[in-house]
């Protein structure tokens, strides 16, 4: 596992070399290069658990290319706009009126085109604050069944904003099914579209793929993030987590064993790292929806993660049960660790065994 | 009130009410053997039926108050287990090496059993010469 961990953090890593002779060739100035190339890490990084490993290297490189584009955008308007400096204050200029309009528009043209079950449903959840388990009973469906429809409703509702404020038709039949994984963050179905194949080869999802994956970590909707400091974060995280995982749809025993992993994961955190938080996400693959639970920490970090994760192993007096206990408790279990960096637990449950 | 410590004549019965952070459960374990020796207690009940989870602090900590009240000269008896939480302790890989009943009622039965012989007689629970 420790094998699998290292080969993803360093695999970030083998990413500068890359990066670098992408913004290299389009930059001269070697801070702005570097500066560049910090922030595509960083965005590569932080949109990496939506990612196939696959889409990485591309995914990074159109972000490189974006930032790039970007920051000339900045130089030449703060160049055009040089000669105002002093002038702070700009009147409502007429075109904001119709931006408003273009906005308001353009999500009417999205929303019309969902299919409407989907569409009333976003509507009554959203804007009038139905529950998922008042429409789950309604349509004769489960509440977890209504939360992943909702989600793919959103996930569709931004592609179809986008292109619709652009006034813009996709230019090949693929850029909509791509988009729209990208979006929702299926990670299995950006595979099967060879997604990070499609991003490097059309300029046109280069420029939108991105823009969806951040407003997506800006929508933290489905996540629930619980900050770890002190025993009773402990117990708030785990609350959270049965919360969580109870709106996803699982059982009673389920939730048990969700909630003592979190506590147990939650618990190294403020024995070994002090500080550090749980974020608590819904997740679809495959028609099955599950929880995952990220805990990340910056703490010491763990030296020999095979043995940490062996029963009996425990380096302050403990049962040494922690990290294998919630290797059994969850469907699946990843650490990843750097000594005096810090330590990431990824794990997850779903609801439907696999058999 | 998080827990409550009550005495039954030669029992202690010791009830968790809602979950209990770290700090809080190392407190009550150290409440109970306090009042072990106050009341010269002969048997302890932890009644954990209100807990949704016991992970492997929860379940050391029982383990430590059990093993603690013997040196103390009382038995423990944990009761109200949830069969869900009874499954996460196995699936985690914990041993609570310690005495269980589903309920109050039959772990005051045990602790019957388990104390007679030792008991100095006035308890409010025990019946008049059940040391049979």
């Known amino acids: 596992m420790s094998v699998h961990a290292a080969g993803h953090s360093s695999g970030i890593a083998e990413l500068d070399p890359l990066i670098r002779r992408v913004v290299g060739g389009r930059l001269r100035d070697q801070s702005a290069l570097d500066d560049v190339v910090q922030e595509t890490l960083a965005r590569t990084m932080a949109a990496r658990i939506r990612l196939d490993d696959g889409a990485l290297a591309p995914y990074a490189i159109v972000t490189a290319r974006n930032l790039v584009s970007g920051l000339w955008r900045r130089e030449e308007r703060s160049q055009r706009h040089l000669h105002r400096l002093v002038d702070r204050w700009e009147p409502p200029g007429p075109d904001d009126d119709v931006v408003l309009r273009e906005q308001a528009e353009a999500v009417a043209v999205a929303l019309a085109e969902l299919p409407p079950r989907e569409r009333l449903g976003l509507v009554a959840h959203e804007l009038e604050g139905r529950e998922t388990a008042s429409l789950a009973e309604e349509w004769g469906s489960t509440p977890g069944a209504v939360a992943a429809q909702l989600k793919r409703a959103r996930a569709k509702l931004r592609v179809e904003y986008l292109l619709a404020l652009g006034r813009i038709d996709p230019p090949t039949p693929l850029c909509r099914p791509v988009l729209m994984a990208l979006s929702g963050g299926e990670r299995r179905r950006q595979r099967e579209l060879e997604a990070g194949q499609h991003l490097l080869e059309c300029d046109f999802c280069s420029d939108m793929g991105p823009t969806l994956l951040q407003s997506r970590e800006k929508g933290a909707e489905d996540d629930v993030q619980v900050p770890v400091e002190c025993d009773a974060d402990v117990v708030a995280a785990r609350q959270r987590a049965r919360e969580v995982a109870a709106e996803v749809g699982f059982s009673g025993t389920d939730l048990t064993l969700i909630s003592t992993a979190v506590s147990e994961i939650a618990r190294n955190i403020v024995q070994f790292a002090r500080r550090g938080e749980v974020v608590l996400t819904r997740v679809e693959d495959d028609g099955r929806s599950g929880v995952r639970v990220v805990a990340r920490d910056a703490g010491p970090g763990i030296a020999d993660l095979d043995r940490a994760e062996q029963d009996g192993f425990s380096t302050y007096g403990g049962m040494g049960l922690g990290l294998p206990g919630c290797r059994r408790l969850m469907d699946e279990f990843e650490v990843t660790s750097k000594v005096d960096k810090g330590t990431t637990v990824v794990m997850t449950k779903w609801r439907q065994q696999p058999n | ?132």
């Open chain 2, 1 to 132: 009130m998080l827990v409550s410590i009550l005495r039954q004549g030669d029992f202690l019965i010791a009830s968790i009410h809602t979950a209990l952070d770290d700090t809080e459960m190392e407190r009550f374990r150290q409440d109970v053997v306090t009042r072990i020796g106050q009341f010269r207690s002969r048997g302890v009940i932890i009644d954990v039926a209100a807990l949704d989870v016991i992970d492997s602090f929860g379940s050391r900590c029982l383990a430590d108050l059990a093993h603690m009240a013997r040196f103390r000269g009382a038995q423990t008896v944990i009761v109200g287990i949830q069969p869900d939480v009874a499954f996460a302790i196995v699936q985690l890989g914990m041993d609570l090496d310690v005495h269980t009943t589903l309920d109050l009622e039959e772990g005051l039965a045990l602790l019957e059993r388990l104390t007679a012989g030792s008991r100095t007689g006035h308890s409010a629970i025990g019946v008049l010469g059940d040391d049979r």
